[in-house]
């Protein structure tokens, strides 16, 4: 037995959560455009929306990555590192999207969820390319851990976005009628 083989549960399992959450933000979205009142703004849906998407497609793409019936730990290790360099960028694009829209002033959690957290998620990823080599047991808790930290990023971003369409922009739109 593979040291990914016992990991196959949580994979399953983190990989069917990312799965559905994709779904259902498809769902949500679509309801708040659908709505009369809804005024969305691109540059804030690509800051904002879209990366709890791409966070939700990297869990699910890394779950099945990890699944997979590899012989050796070496080529899976390359794959999730370049995950976790491309998820880098990606959060560098995020930070520039978010400092360039001006829909919405970012808070201290907007930075936490948004950009430090999913940082430090594709920084893990990253790294452990290099430390699986050494420390196994640990480098695979390690990747474990950055997509747990990018599922539960994603989750708060997705709500956050939900709640601020649903009682921050409604209630404008009705104070404005």
């Not at 590192?81 to 002033?105: D, E, F, H, N, P």
């Not at 430390?131 to 808790?141: C, G, I, K, Q, S």
């Not at 950055?146 to 922009?169: C, E, M, P, Q, R």
């Amino acid at each position: 037995m593979t040291a990914l083989a016992r990991w196959q549960n949580f994979y399953v399992i983190v990989g069917s959560s990312a799965g559905a959450l994709i779904g259902l933000q498809f769902v949500v979205l679509s309801l708040i455009t659908g709505m009369r009142t809804a005024r969305l703004d691109p540059q804030s849906g690509g800051a904002f929306a879209t990366p709890a998407i791409v966070h939700f497609g990297v869990v699910l793409g890394l779950s099945g990555i990890l699944c997979a019936p590899w012989d050796g730990i070496g080529a899976v290790s390359v794959l999730w590192g370049l995950v976790g360099v491309g998820g880098l960028t990606y959060v560098c694009i995020i930070l520039r999207r978010i400092r360039s829209q001006a829909a919405y002033r970012p808070e201290f959690e907007d930075w936490l969820f948004h950009v430090l957290l999913p940082f430090a998620a594709y920084l893990i990823l990253a790294v452990s390319a290099y430390t699986v080599r050494f420390r196994l047991r640990e480098t695979l808790f390690g990747v474990g851990g950055a997509a747990l930290l990018l599922l539960f990023s994603g989750i708060h971003n997705a709500w956050d976005a939900v709640t601020y369409h649903v009682y921050v922009k409604a209630a404008d739109n009705q104070r404005e009628r």
